[in-house]
């Protein structure tokens, strides 16, 4: 997949704004919603949009990856709306978002996102200079030395300290992959809210290939990555999960929206999905991630990893 091209983008709400957008008919598969399948009071579930077609009619009304749906509703009253909660236990909010807006009458469906500000495919992103644990403490890198590192970079946010065994199992999951995606021409960071001490500590134990970066908030805020009164989070901010690819001159290539407690099998499938978009081995990148096989019978029963893997629909589309 080429890297993606600078451009002036309609103008979009501004990050926290909730917007309405109106259909004209049913969803089509120009958009792909994602997230729920989890606790329908914790905002980190909220159903999102994963995917959507740059030439479509819902962008050039503003709607972008990592928006959040807040409500899914009728002109009628003759159907109950989608609530926010209920989408957020929805393990497959796709699907009822896209059948409801099917139902009668199509055109009188309307829903309401909440922009997350997310730098999208094409924009330029958020500049940042972040403490790290490559070199000597106390020392830092730029977007442009990870850029250009190897000509892009898989640039990924992380919860941290704060969810402890599911943030080392993406750390050390990204570790284990980490030579695909360098043969791709890809460097690999992860950034979060943990201080420098903490995450050379991190760094040191897990013998990471690649860097952690340290932010206070600022460079996760621009990046649509931080949440603020999240409940069961102490002091009720955390660093939710979003991988960016960005290339040259800092282009966003594209963004990948992983779960926020995923199941390792979740979890490959999202790095699997972004080796692929890269150029990387994608079945390689998902058996790095996965637990060993069993036995040597798993491993002849199909667990070698292909030349040339056929693409998954979210990678496809991804591409």
Known sequence: SGPAAAHAAPARPAQGEEYTVRLDGPLENNIFFGGGGGANSMQVNNAYVAAIDPDSALFAQGVRIGDEVAYVGKDTSSYNPLMQDALRSDAKPDRTIKRYSAT???????IKFQARGLPNPG???PFFELPTTSGEPGSSTTL????????????FFRPGGQFFSGDLKEVKAFNRAYDEFARAGAEVAGISLDGPAYSRGIARKSALKYQLLSDDGGVSTAFGALRENVEGVPGGRVVDRRTFVIGPEGVVENVFIAPWNPSIEALAQHMADVAYFVGANPERVRLSVLDPPKSLGQFLNGARPKENPEPTAEQAAAA
Request: glycine share 10%; net charge positive.
């Open 104 to 110: 009668k009458p199509a055109r009188g469906t309307y």
């Open 123 to 125: 924009d330029v992103a």
């Open 144 to 155: 442009a030395d990870l850029v250009n590192a190897r000509g892009r970079v898989v640039a």
